[in-house]
Antibody
C-alpha cells in the first residue's frame, strides 16, 4: 500500500523558512515523479513543485508564485521528498500535500502538513 | 497554463438522487499521444483529495460504479447516479495534458 506521510509544518513569521518532509513507502520511491500541491484555507488545489526521478534526469519545476523561494529535492536512500521554503509570505499559508505522479495523475496523496505564515 | 472552470460551484442534492458536475478547459485536452488526461478528485471534509476518475472515464480501483465520467475536447462531466451520504464533499476536475497540471475551482456537493 502506498503511504505518504508529511511532516515539518508549523507557524512561521513572514520572511522565515521551513522545510517539509514526506516519507514514502509501499512503492519504489526512486522511480517515482513527485509533487507538492497546496491548499489555502477554504480554497482550492494549487500545484507547487515537481521533481522527476533521477533516472529521468531529476529535473525540478516550480509554480510561478514560489519560483526562486522554494526548492524541491529528494533523498532516494531515505525514500523522502523535501520542500525547502524560504522568504515565506502570508499567502503561502496552506496545507501542503505530498503527491505521487503516475500515469498522468496525482494518484496518491499524503494527509497534508499545515504551514501558517503569520506575525 | 490551461484554465479549468466548473459549474455549478455548489450542488445541494437529495439522497438517492443523481448529481452532475461540469468542467470546461480553456483549450483542448487531447494530448499529442491521442489520450485526454482529464481527472476527477473527491475531497471529503477534513480529508486529502482522493482520485476518482482518470482519462475522462476510467475509475480508480475501489471507486463505486455510481461515479462516471464523460466528455471530450474541452467539455467534461462527472455524474453520480444516486448520491449517498458519504459522497458529501468537494469535487475537482484536473487536467494533466499540459504541464503544469491545473485544477478546477471545485464543486461542493452537500445534502439538501
Amino acid at each position: 500500500e502506498v503511504q505518504l506521510v508529511e511532516s515539518g509544518g508549523g507557524l512561521v513569521k513572514p520572511g522565515g523558512s521551513l522545510r517539509l518532509s514526506c516519507a514514502a513507502s509501499g512503492f519504489t520511491f526512486s522511480y517515482a515523479w513527485m509533487s507538492w500541491v497546496r491548499q489555502a484555507p477554504g480554497k482550492g488545489l494549487e500545484w507547487v513543485a515537481r521533481i522527476k526521478s533521477k533516472t529521468d534526469g531529476g529535473t525540478t519545476y516550480y509554480a510561478a508564485p514560489v519560483k526562486g523561494r522554494f526548492t524541491i529535492s529528494r533523498d532516494d536512500s531515505k525514500n523522502t521528498l523535501y520542500l525547502q521554503m524560504n522568504s515565506l509570505k502570508t499567502e503561502d499559508t496552506a496545507v501542503y500535500y505530498c503527491t505521487r505522479e503516475y500515469n498522468w495523475n496525482f494518484d496518491s496523496w499524503g494527509q497534508g502538513s499545515l504551514v501558517t505564515v503569520s506575525s | 497554463d490551461i484554465v479549468m472552470t466548473q459549474t455549478p460551484l455548489s450542488s445541494p442534492v437529495t439522497l438517492g438522487q443523481p448529481a452532475s458536475i461540469s468542467c470546461r478547459s480553456s483549450q483542448s485536452l487531447v494530448h499529442s499521444d491521442g489520450n485526454t488526461y482529464l481527472s476527477w478528485l473527491q475531497q471529503r471534509p477534513g480529508q486529502p483529495p482522493r482520485p476518482l476518475i482518470y482519462k475522462i472515464s476510467d475509475r480508480f480501483s475501489g471507486v463505486p460504479d455510481r461515479f462516471s465520467g464523460s466528455g471530450a475536447g474541452t467539455d467534461f462531466t462527472l455524474k453520480i447516479s444516486r448520491v449517498e451520504a458519504e459522497d458529501v464533499g468537494v469535487y475537482y476536475c484536473m487536467q494533466a495534458t499540459q504541464f503544469p497540471f491545473t485544477f478546477g475551482p471545485g464543486t461542493k456537493v452537500d445534502i439538501k
